[in-house]
């Protein structure tokens, strides 16, 4: 085994492997989703993406996909679940945090309407300008996705922002 650092053992629980499948069907609804998840893969300023949708509509595979299918797919993606960040944000923006130890690979942080209501602006300001910290004195190098079932106009003016129809406004795709 190659000699991996114990910081980034850290992230290994959190690696996100492979893609699970493609965007299924050909109805309107699915060309469309596939054409998006396509284009905002090929973005080379990297902003980053908003994934919204009912439940069960595999948010975080889409957000997989465009990774895998980007130009940084040798990179690590991680996926945080939004309900298990702690309030204070120690876990992602933190000595030794997710953010530090990623570097230029892709960060998902999952069911954001989870996440504990005090850590929010502190998502946005990443959202918005890459940084952390006092006075934004650290960048965000990785690529920022979030999903979320609820609608987050506030994240809309800084992220690609990729709604996902619900399946029963496309049955001939099931």
């Not at 959190?14 to 499948?21: A, I, K, M, N």
């Not at 469309?32 to 948010?59: C, F, H, W, Y």
């Not at 889409?62 to 130009?71: D, E, P, Q, V």
């Not at 940084?131 to 106009?153: D, I, Y």
């Amino acid at each position: 085994m190659p000699n991996v650092s114990p910081e980034l053992l850290k992230l290994a629980p959190l690696l996100v492997g492979r893609v699970r499948r493609g965007v299924v069907g050909s109805s309107r609804y699915a060309c469309s989703l596939r054409d998006m998840v396509r284009q905002v893969a090929q973005e080379n300023d990297r902003r980053p993406v908003l994934i919204t949708g009912e439940p069960g509509l595999e948010k975080d595979n889409l957000a997989a996909l465009i990774h895998f299918g980007s130009s940084a797919r040798k990179q690590l993606m991680v996926r945080l679940d939004g309900a298990l960040l702690k309030s204070d944000g120690s876990d992602l923006f933190g000595a030794g945090g997710v953010l530090e130890l990623l570097g230029t690979g892709s960060l998902l942080i999952d069911q954001l309407e989870h996440v504990p209501e005090a850590l929010m602006p502190r998502l946005l300001q990443l959202a918005k300008d890459r940084t952390w910290g006092e006075g934004g004195k650290h960048r965000c190098e990785a690529r920022l996705f979030f999903t979320t079932e609820t609608v987050r106009p506030e994240f809309d003016p800084y992220c690609a922002t990729i709604r996902v129809p619900p399946l029963r406004v496309r049955r001939g795709d099931l």
